[in-house]
């Protein structure tokens, strides 16, 4: 590859860069319902195998599944932006413990004017004028509102199209032999996919059930806010499981007043996450896609700086889908094998 080659490249990769920054309005949906209609295609399929269900035509069981997908999505923004109001709101009731935790840490310091919550606060926190954020993370949640619109709205098209998908392909080539291979390609990247985004949300599910189970062991509040929050951030590597564990630890610390209290809870939710993680998840995967740890990093820092927690989140499953759509196509097929861990596909 010589220079000029290099310096197109390079601008190539800047103007498409700058297209997904500025078209994060348009594009991040479509992507959101791209990812979402691979896991509804593989449940409508997975619904075919029952008996009963199996039974009902396909366009049926696809409106059953987008159906139930969007009643489940309405119903978890609305939770989760209730919960987080009454997360906000029971804070202060938390003051006595923290004063008691202040107080415990003055000790072990040694700190003679020991200091009481009230100070804290006021030294912290007060400093900052609360009601300037209220309205842009009122108008951050409506704009979330409006995207989970879009994407149920997306993925409900993409769902209509897909059936009749494989007679647009054959009036589009004319040749037969192209037609057949082109479909056959088609049907290999979408079942890797579906499986891959498909086991993942299974396995996110499990570890947000697990972790329910150790929040309520303990007591801790809001037990089902923090287990959803688990298993959604667990689609992030690495800084996803540990910002999950945080956070209800901390709020552990607050309610219990009781820093080995906040420890077992800490201990509970690592030992989920581990077994999750080094367990659970390679044996459910049928075909592990072993990302290379510096691509993984990366993708989260690229898709990070583009979209923000939306696009870390969606990092990975961006990433691992590319790389499975390069390893089908020969011609690219070499560029997935560099950035796979192992070097092998």
Same mark, same amino acid.
């Given at each position: ?32 319902? *791209? ?11 997975? *619904? ?15 409106? !059953? ?14 939770? *989760? ?124 599910? !499990? ?24 298993? *959604? ?9 540990? !910002? ?79 790389? !499975? ?21």
């Amino acid at each position: 590859m010589n220079l000029p080659q290099i310096t197109y490249l390079t601008a190539l990769l800047i103007m498409l860069g700058y297209i997904l920054h500025i078209g994060k309005p348009v594009i991040l949906p479509v992507l959101i319902a *791209l990812i979402a209609l691979y896991i509804l295609s593989n449940v409508t399929d997975r *619904l075919g195998r029952v008996p009963v269900i199996g039974r009902l035509p396909a366009l049926l069981r696809r409106l !059953i599944v987008l159906l139930a997908f969007t009643v489940l999505t309405v119903l978890s923004f609305a939770y *989760l932006a209730d919960t987080f109001t009454q997360v906000a709101a029971a804070l202060p009731g938390y003051e006595s413990n923290i004063d008691a935790l202040v107080l415990r840490a003055a000790h072990v310091f040694g700190i003679e004017d020991q200091p009481t919550w009230a100070k804290v606060r006021s030294a912290t926190i007060d400093r900052f004028q609360v009601q300037s954020y209220i309205g842009p993370v009122l108008l951050s949640l409506r704009g979330f509102g409006g995207t989970l619109f879009l994407v149920t709205l997306y993925a409900f098209f993409m769902m209509a199209e897909r059936a009749v998908m494989a007679r647009k392909l054959a009036n589009a080539f004319g040749d037969p032999e192209r037609e057949t291979r082109t479909i056959a390609l088609f049907e290999r990247i979408n079942t890797r996919v579906g499986d891959y985004l498909s086991v993942k949300t299974v396995v996110n599910i !499990i570890l947000g059930l697990l972790s329910y189970g150790v929040l309520l062991i303990f007591g801790i509040d809001f037990a089902l806010f923090w287990a959803i929050l688990i298993g *959604l951030l667990n689609y992030i590597p690495y800084i996803g499981s540990l !910002i999950a564990v945080i956070f209800p630890v901390l709020l552990s610390l607050a309610q219990t007043g009781s820093y080995s209290a906040a420890s077992m809870v800490a201990v509970g939710l690592t030992v989920a996450q581990m077994f999750v993680a080094g367990y659970l998840e390679p044996r459910m995967m049928s075909r592990t896609f072993n990302l290379s740890p510096f691509v993984v990093l990366f993708a989260l820092a690229f898709w990070g700086a583009l979209w923000g927690l939306p696009g870390a989140v969606l990092a990975v499953p961006l990433t691992a889908s590319m790389i !499975i759509v390069l390893a089908e196509i020969p011609a690219t097929r070499p560029i997935a094998i560099l950035l796979s861990a192992s070097g092998r596909l």
